[in-house]
């Protein structure tokens, strides 16, 4: 058995028909400037040609409800081990899932707890807030309650046999769920609710289920009668449907702690079973850190081989950083720079050797503190017989790869290429990007601007800050720093909630920017109109004609570009569609063609459709068009393609994409959350030169940030810790980055 994983041909995106060799039971790191073709190889090619062949190993019927995968374009791949991705990506918000759940160290915890808990309460599963026997009867085991608003629900003004009596789905006249109303023969449906007999208005609202004595024909033999406000709980409030239809569910809602259980999740009986004084929602909710102390503490027979499982999983989570997170902490709470971190320590623990672990910059949203925790564990995950695919920027978990893989030369169609392969030493001798950046370190700004005017910030106690004093200064370029969980975030959205000033304040995230599924950047920055009227006015023709949505749109596939052939139970068959050979314009719209004035070339609408932001700026230069893109070229997008799917973007592409609808802004605030996170040590220099141009138009430019460099370009800097969670939510330093370099309660110092 070879000792590397061989792709051949690999042409998937813009690669250029690459072929490597992968050395297994390594680590080897993929980098590259933005755009260079890092995620298309690693993810697109080699992760999905993985998947795509174990999902294989399935029955067809067990298949279509398994993950789909494209077919990658790729002549072959050989020696592939299965591959297990561990992206940002944040797990499901399910209210039922917790740190503990999902890391599946709550299994454990609940089996110490029916072996060596006092009294004796139940097995394992009675310990399961998720469980009948376990879970607080009031809430249903979600630790909040949702109070229903019934005048919210119910117009009480209407009959049954008027529409939208009910505000809720299938109540309508008619509706499935009406008819258990309607049909029970119960009521008298044209009289108004709020005319009901006190009996009658119990019955309809509050009746447990029962049994109807004399039903109408119409009557399901089977079905029991229920009151409509403990239907509302059982079957949708307290249910994974009213997580699905939460925006027509919420505005009937009142939430808060449940006050039965006081947010444990469990009932009185589970609750009152304890080891060494403490019950089962007592343990989870201690820190990681102090619950793998209380766990070595004890001292029960019984508890001999769980304290080393459990154990073993608690301090995988503390290596990696993540000591300050409980057990019963809610996993959408998470960061996707937690959520990634809980996957890699499960896995630290995980039996399985052999395997493929393909890591989509894990460096995102850590402190260099943090990253020293984060490289120990990735070496753990190969030296337990692993081979590991890193996608990344930082430097220091560059110096960890066995072997690198560096992408380019530039992004886009000027990427797609191996510019160098070899180890670290190597890299730093090559003439590449990625090596002459990794030689250089920014240096320390020498005119910070002054600090004249500030907004106070007083007793800041949101999350985990403690009680928080600050002056905060306006009109500068300042970054928040600390390490992950320190607070800084908190530490802003205090400062958003409680500014009074008439100046705007724009947060820009890493979050998806709510774009539907044919958004692309011609839409977002809105010159796809632009485009749209030059052909139009070109050939005295209305837009629509010019649209694959509309009446250019090809006629064979409806301008979706392939036609999907449905094959039951099997996946879906999509093949391009011959007509238009993908483009999605119709031959009518494909035939008319408009001239640049200034580089001669002469396209029709899909050519100028799949042009990149710098060509196309260039093919439309002097005009409004032109104009538009340019905030795509300032914050290092100009590679991106017209047409391309924002959902294909990285989240700092998208993020890059709302800064630069943003640019040109005078007398704002501009917040912006871990904007280098995805970015080449290149991009960083320009968008450093980015937030100093927005400062010198008249705006406040604050980011939270980790990256040395950004930190030493800021005017002012505010550290938060010393530690994450209840260890962190104090000022640590306040200053130029000089001046911080100085700190020695800083922990950032020792890492500029």
């Known amino acids: 058995m070879s000792n590397d994983i061989i792709i051949k041909g690999a042409r998937e995106n813009n690669l250029k028909n690459i072929s490597l060799k992968i050395p297994k039971y390594q680590i080897t790191v993929f980098t590259g400037v933005s755009g260079s073709g890092k995620s298309s190889l690693v993810l697109d090619t080699i992760a999905a040609k993985s998947r795509r062949e174990l999902n294989d190993t399935f029955p067809t019927f067990v298949q279509q409800y398994l993950p789909k995968y494209g077919r990658p374009h790729v002549d072959a791949i050989e020696h592939l081990p299965i591959a297990i991705v561990i992206d940002q990506k944040k797990p499901a918000n399910n209210s039922r899932s917790t740190v503990g759940t999902y890391t599946d160290i709550y299994a454990l915890i609940r089996l110490l707890f029916s072996r060596v808990g006092k009294p004796f309460v139940g097995y394992s599963e009675s310990f399961s807030f998720n469980h009948p026997e376990g879970s607080c009867p009031r809430c249903s085991g979600l630790g909040e309650i949702r109070e229903l608003d019934i005048h919210k629900l119910v117009d009480f003004d209407k009959s049954l046999n008027d529409e939208d009596t009910i505000h809720y789905i299938a109540f309508h006249k008619g509706g499935w769920r009406w008819i258990r109303y309607a049909h029970s ?133 503390e290596e990696i950083g993540l000591g300050y997170l409980s057990l019963d902490r809610a996993v959408g709470t998470l960061s996707g720079g937690e959520a990634q971190r809980c996957k890699i320590a499960k896995y630290i623990n995980s039996s399985l050797s052999d395997v493929l672990y393909i890591l989509d910059e894990p460096s995102t949203g850590l402190h260099d503190h943090d990253i020293e925790l984060m490289k120990h564990s990735v070496k753990r995950l190969r030296d337990h017989g692993n081979t590991v695919l890193l996608v990344e920027h930082h430097k220091e978990m560059i110096r960890i790869a066995d072997h690198i893989v560096d992408m380019g030369p530039g992004p886009g169609i000027d990427g797609g290429n191996i510019v160098f392969e070899g180890d670290y030493e190597a890299l730093l001798k090559s003439n590449t990007w990625t090596g002459k950046m990794l030689g250089m370190t920014g240096s320390f700004k020498n005119n910070p601007r002054p600090t004249n005017d500030t907004f106070a910030i007083r007793n800041a106690c949101l999350h985990n800050l403690k009680s928080i004093n600050l002056d905060l200064p306006l009109n500068i370029f300042g970054v928040i720093c600390g390490v992950a969980g320190s607070g800084k975030s908190s530490l802003m959205e205090y400062f958003r909630k409680t500014y009074p000033r008439p100046e705007e304040i724009i947060y820009i995230s890493q979050k998806n920017i709510g774009v539907s599924l044919r958004s692309t950047p011609a839409t977002y920055m809105e010159v796809a109109g632009d485009i749209r009227k030059r052909f139009a006015k070109a050939y005295k023709m209305k837009e629509e004609y010019f649209t694959f949505n509309g009446k250019g749109g090809c006629p064979v596939c409806g301008g979706k570009g392939v036609i999907v052939s449905e094959m039951a139970f099997m996946d879906s068959i999509e093949t391009v569609c011959d007509a238009c050979n993908g483009l999605r314009y119709s031959p009518e719209a494909l035939g008319y063609t408009i001239t640049s004035d200034q580089t001669g070339e002469t396209l029709n609408i899909a050519q100028v459709m799949d042009l990149s932001v710098r060509l196309a700026s260039a093919f439309f230069r002097g005009s409004i068009i032109e104009e538009k893109l340019r905030p795509m070229m300032d914050v290092g997008l100009g590679y991106i393609h017209l047409n391309q799917a924002l959902s294909t973007l990285s989240g700092g592409e998208l993020q890059r994409l709302k800064m630069a609808s943003y640019l040109g802004e005078k007398g704002k605030i501009f917040i912006i959350d871990e904007p280098t996170d995805g970015l080449h040590l290149k991009d960083v220099q320009n968008i450093i030169s980015l937030f100093e141009k927005m400062v010198e138009e008249g705006n406040s430019v604050y980011v939270i940030e980790h990256n040395t460099d950004v930190i030493k370009a800021a005017d002012y800097v505010i550290e938060l810790g010393p530690g994450a969670g209840e260890n962190g939510g104090t000022i640590l330093f306040t200053g130029t980055s000089k001046e911080l370099k100085l700190c020695k309660d800083s922990i950032t110092a020792a890492y500029l």
């Open 185 to 317: 023969g119960l009521f008298d449906l044209d009289k108004k609710i709020r005319d009901y007999s006190p009996e009658e208005l119990d019955l309809f609202l509050n009746s447990p289920q029962i049994r109807l004595k004399n039903p109408p024909s119409n009557w399901p033999k089977t079905a029991k009668y229920e009151g409509l406000i403990p239907r509302m709980y059982r079957s949708i409030i307290n249910s994974e449907e009213g997580l699905l239809h939460s925006a027509v569910l919420n505005p009937m809602l009142t939430m808060g702690t449940c006050p039965d259980c006081k947010g444990t999740r469990l009932n009185p009986k589970i609750l009152s079973c304890k080891i060494e004084g403490k019950n089962i929602a007592e343990v989870c909710a201690l820190s990681i850190t102090k619950l793998n102390a209380w766990i070595r503490s004890l001292t029960d027979p019984l508890a001999v081989d769980l304290k080393a499982a459990i154990g073993a999983r608690l301090t995988a989570l």
